[in-house]
């Protein structure tokens, strides 16, 4: 395999997360069901926005959250998503280089606005997400930069961004290349939506092994085997997969590759205030260990060590200093 320039790039939705208060009245009333995720279009979003709180604005996504984690923990990230030339646009792009992640991609002149997320985020952390999609599913094969695919030693892909046809396309091309590259190809299956949706699918990419590392949380990962037990659905798809990653909230979270498995205790945190982009951090603190060589429990501690950090203040953006706080994980 030749060198690569960076560790990992991640492709998926560039939206922008607008973050506010919420209590459980106000989800009851607007009909929202708490920790959730729905779809909505451009006039839901605005109508909604207006209902919320004062709140704050950070730029998000699975995927762009990811490549934040990797460049926070000292790793180089790159990112693939599509904007609009808009305010909101702009301000993704800015904010995302700012945070050390190369995000070439063109903004798309498609008279559809920048995505973005409206999440509340209830008094025990819990965050139910209210999503327009705008010109992130968009994403034309066209835009991918195929030399920065292959430049990458991995690529990471959001289960999410499978949803619209225009992006898919984009993502089987990208993991064409990839393979053809030698490159690694990891795949998150994002939320259990994705799954009832697209279950045929992903099960088409895993059993055609075009997925070497594959993350799921403890929901997602029964879901897509079909039965509700951890350890069975961990036996129906750990041979199909190099890597399995499974996510399990305060309870941990375990890795298999071939015959070996290892577990982590979650990391001990004072409050749980968000729990946005928990699972993107996780990924991002796995991958930053994978692409360092790193063993399978290291590779799990550093994910618990970022997830811990995100899920304690507001927004899925470290704000501690996660290679402190990785100390000595981090050396091969």
């Not at 995927?63 to 301000?91: E, M």
């Not at 996780?282 to 994978?290: K, N, P, Q, R, T």
Request: net charge negative; glycine share 10%; aromatic share 6%.
């Amino acid at each position: 395999m030749t060198a690569t320039r960076l560790d990992v790039l991640t492709i998926g939705n560039a939206i922008v997360d607008v973050i506010a208060d919420a209590t459980d009245d106000f989800l009851e009333a607007e009909g929202l069901t708490k920790g959730s995720m729905r779809l909505v279009d451009a006039e839901e979003a605005e109508r909604l926005y207006a209902h919320m709180q004062r709140a704050r604005e950070v730029s998000g996504g699975c995927a762009g959250n990811t490549a934040v984690g990797i460049a926070a923990l000292g790793g180089k990230a790159g990112f693939v998503g599509q904007v609009a030339d808009d305010q909101l646009g702009a301000f993704y792009r800015h904010d995302l280089t700012a945070a050390g992640v190369e995000f070439t991609t063109p903004s798309g002149a498609i008279g559809v606005p920048t995505a973005r997320s409206m999440i509340l985020v209830t008094p025990d952390g819990h965050r139910t997400m209210n999503t327009f999609l705008g010109a992130a599913q968009h994403l034309p094969a066209s835009a991918l930069d195929e030399q920065q695919i292959r430049d990458a030693q991995a690529i990471y892909l959001e289960g999410y961004l499978w949803d619209p046809e225009t992006p898919r396309y984009a993502m089987i091309r990208a993991i064409e290349v990839a393979r053809e590259a030698g490159r690694k190809v990891a795949f998150s299956l994002s939320d259990t939506f994705c799954i009832e949706r697209h279950r045929d699918g992903f099960n088409a990419l895993i059993d055609g092994g075009k997925i070497d590392l594959l993350f799921a949380n403890q929901a997602e990962i029964e879901m897509l085997a079909g039965v509700p037990h951890l350890d069975s659905a961990i036996e129906a798809v750990r041979g199909k997969v190099e890597t399995l990653v499974v996510t399990r909230g305060e309870h941990g979270a375990l890795a298999t590759r071939g015959s070996e498995r290892a577990e982590v205790a979650a990391e001990h945190v004072d409050q749980v205030v968000d729990t946005t982009g928990a699972g993107d951090l996780f990924a991002a603190g796995f991958l930053a260990g994978y692409t360092r060589g790193l063993s399978l429990e290291r590779s799990l501690k550093l994910g618990a060590i970022a997830a811990a950090e995100v899920i304690q203040h507001y927004g899925a953006r470290p704000e501690a200093n996660l290679r402190a706080l990785a100390g000595d994980l981090l050396t091969a």
